[in-house]
């Protein structure tokens, strides 16, 4: 009866043992096995009526960035990201007028919403701008590029479709891409000259500041950014031009690309005040 019980109790103390080894191999195996990242689901909502631009912000480069690869400015801090807006970071983009003159830029165009708005209130106050147009719009709608021009603003190249890692391309990718915007705007203009390029996003590079150049123009940043681009409201894009701008800035706003009546009204609101304060003008088309 004695041996019986000592067995039973042996046999229960192996038991315990060996759960027990089974409990710490267990626990060590899943503190080898590497945590799996959560996955979120991301969207977005768009117009189907007309092109919207939501990505200003260029991708986050892999690495260490090199004289092709910028992680320069974008359009919000392009045009949103807060990064420095040094100049080394702007590989020689213009960010001013270079003299005590104002310009307005107009990215994204032309849209037939709010393009036809945006010439109105210009032309009411009698100011000149800039018109940083996208080269796929510039060739679905030949007659605003034709109404810019005719009201005497200035033309910009904005790349063919509003690529923010353009400049991260090859060279003769770059060079096709600026080239077929130029040919969309000249078949609506043929004598308008175009001698700015805007890099969409604000994403330059050596790359595409050095194939810009080649082509005859000069790349366009600027000094001044509402953001309107995110449609905070005609209040806070007004409010922060009204408050930035200074001799010689260049204002950066939007006139296609999604939603920009507050754009639209916030222009209406702000021109009185800038055209009592500063001489407004279109960048010049002979800049060199």
């Known amino acids: 009866m004695i041996r019986v019980n000592s067995t039973a109790r042996a046999a229960a103390i192996v038991t315990l043992v060996v759960v027990a080894l089974l409990g710490s191999a267990y626990v060590l195996g899943r503190s080898l096995v590497p945590e799996q990242p959560r996955r979120h689901a991301t969207g977005a ?10 990505d200003q912000l260029p991708p986050e480069p892999s690495g260490t960035p090199s004289a092709s690869q910028s992680t320069g400015p974008t359009e919000a801090g392009q045009d949103g990201s807060g990064r420095d807006a040094s100049g080394d970071r702007l590989f020689g983009a213009q960010t001013g007028t270079g003299n005590e003159r104002l310009a307005l830029t107009f990215d994204d165009g032309p849209d037939p919403r709010y393009t036809p708005q945006v010439l109105a209130a210009l032309r009411e106050y009698d100011v000149k701008a800039t018109f940083c147009v996208v080269g796929e719009n510039a060739q679905n709608h030949p007659d605003l590029i034709q109404a810019i021009v005719a009201d005497g603003h200035t033309l910009c190249n904005h790349s063919w479709h509003h690529d923010v890692s353009l400049g991260n391309r090859s060279t003769d990718q770059i060079r096709a891409d600026l ?8 078949a609506a203009a043929p004598e308008a000259p175009i001698v700015w390029y805007r890099q969409p996003g604000g994403a330059w590079t050596y790359p595409v500041v050095s194939v ?37 800035s260049v204002v950066l706003l939007h006139d296609a690309g999604g939603d920009r009546q ?25 800049p060199t």
């Open 262 to 286: 507050g754009t639209v009204d916030a222009l209406r609101r702000i021109l009185p005040e800038l055209s009592t304060h500063f001489e407004l003008e279109a960048l010049p088309t002979d």
């Open 45 to 54: 909502t768009t117009n189907g009526d007309e092109p919207h631009y939501a």
């Open 179 to 186: 080239l077929r915007t130029n040919a969309a705007i000249r």
């Open 212 to 248: 810009a150049r080649q082509l005859g123009m000069t790349p366009l940043h600027w000094s001044v950014d509402p953001s309107d681009w995110q449609a905070p409201g005609a209040g806070k894009i007004a409010a922060t031009v009204s408050t930035q701008v200074g001799p010689g």
